[in-house]
């Protein structure tokens, strides 16, 4: 299998939940770094990994950002990261896969499913000023699934009259995966990015790929 590194500042999770049984409130994870040995023709077996940073969700409104790092919900003082590893299990398409993912969140670990799209792979060049370092290979995904929130001890709640909820227990997640091969992050340089001997930061900000650019 080929490794690739996700490139962090293009890799996200996000989330959505129902509110007041109406609507739908929108949140998002970034800079998610991670992962994993995949090669398409021989994808079913390919596994990944990744680390979620819970103190930093966003979802456009700081108080609710603020209750949501409470004990409430992701609990950040007491479990700062959601961490995620699992495996392709079957592909049942020419782009689309199945995976299986053990998740931990706020110490709590269950086995999602997980519906996968292999978005394809493209090079791109690393630029460090006006030096183009070499091309790099990229391969891109989308996975999606469901979760109760209830499974992981997320399980505040406020009630509404005529047996409604304030917030609703399943939760849509979507995560979008750009990785990079390590081989070209290695060959070009730009794995030095993403150790924590990275250079300076105006060094940093001559690349597009600096993880959270």
């Known amino acids: 299998m080929t490794t690739w ?41 390919s596994t990944f990994s990744g680390e979620i ?15 949501l790092r409470t004990g409430d919900f992701f609990d950040v003082d007491n479990h700062p990261t959601i961490a995620f590893s699992g495996q392709i299990t079957e592909r049942v398409g020419d782009n689309t896969l199945k995976a299986e993912a053990e998740l931990t969140l706020r110490g ?17 060049p690393f ?50 995966v750009q990785a990079i091969h390590l081989g070209d992050l290695e060959s070009t340089g730009a794995i030095s990015f993403y150790r924590e001997d990275a250079q300076p930061p105006e060094t940093r900000a001559a690349s597009p790929d600096v993880p959270g650019s």
Not at 26 to 40: S, T
Not at 110 to 124: A, F, I
């Open 53 to 67: 940073d819970a103190t930093r969700v966003w979802t456009g409104e700081p108080d609710r950002d603020a209750h």
């Open 108 to 124: 709590n670990t269950s086995t999602v499913e997980m519906d996968v799209q292999y978005l394809g792979q493209w090079e791109s």
């Open 127 to 176: 630029w460090v000023g006006d030096e183009n370092k070499g091309l790099m290979r990229r391969i891109g995904f989308e996975a999606r699934t469901s979760i109760d929130r209830f499974d992981f001890g997320v399980s505040w709640q406020d009630k509404l009259p005529r047996g409604g909820v304030v917030v609703g227990r399943e939760i849509e997640v979507t995560l979008d």
């Open 5 to 45: 590194i996700f490139e962090p500042g293009h890799t996200e999770a996000a989330f959505r939940a129902r509110h007041m049984m109406v609507t739908w409130v929108r949140g998002l994870f970034k800079d998610i770094h991670g992962e994993m040995d995949f090669e398409l023709e021989n994808c079913v077996g």
